[in-house]
């Protein structure tokens, strides 16, 4: 004799009531989050250069990374060349560096850019604290998973350093996991 087919509702509400407790949660974290403001202006000759990198969320990109830095150059078309740099596993390992295309999404405020290291993926690299006479930065991106905090030379003075971790935690960022860069003291422009 056949097994009758019977059905399990008890089943189906629970599944359901997890996808719509998911959701419910999914949107009170995104609620939370505060609006992501970027600097209001950035002079991108100005931001050009080499920056070393204090801090970091991990990125798997940049897995055994030490002695990290970033050059940015301006082209003619408007487009800035980046070239990344870092040594693998200690700040006296093998460099390893990775060439790229930054393009500026919002012209009004040139805060907001799009950095392309392989076509066709490109990863957001909004500018939100930048010092008036550019010599740090925090940069991030709108969903809080990637961030880094740069400077002109290897270190930054402790309280300019714990301001920046301060700001990024009120942006909403999770600063608890940020991994501190060591630098080549010797490396300085």
Not at 11 to 39: D, H, N
Not at 161 to 182: C, D, F, M, S, W
């Amino acid at each position: 004799m056949p097994t009758p087919n019977i059905r399990k509702p008890g089943l189906l509400t629970a599944a359901a009531a997890t996808v719509a407790a998911g959701a419910a949660v999914y949107a009170l974290t995104r609620r939370k989050r505060p609006e992501l403001i970027t600097v209001p202006h950035v002079d991108l000759h100005r931001y050009a250069g080499l920056w070393y990198e204090i801090a970091r969320l991990p990125q798997r990109f940049e897995r055994r990374c030490t002695n990290v830095t970033a050059e940015y150059h301006p082209m003619a078309d408007g487009r800035i060349e980046v070239k990344n740099t870092c040594r693998k596993n200690s700040v006296y390992g093998p460099a390893e560096a990775v060439h790229g295309v930054a393009r500026v999404v919002d012209t009004e405020t040139n805060a907001k850019l799009k950095v392309q290291f392989q076509w066709p993926f490109e990863g957001d690299y909004w500018i939100l604290t930048l010092d008036p006479e550019y010599q740090f930065a925090l940069v991030g991106t709108p969903n809080r998973k990637a961030l880094w905090i740069l400077a002109r030379r290897p270190h930054l003075s402790l309280p300019t350093l714990h301001n920046l971790v301060e700001v990024a935690r009120q942006k909403g960022y999770p600063v608890e996991k940020l991994i501190y860069t060591e630098q080549l003291e010797a490396e300085q422009p």
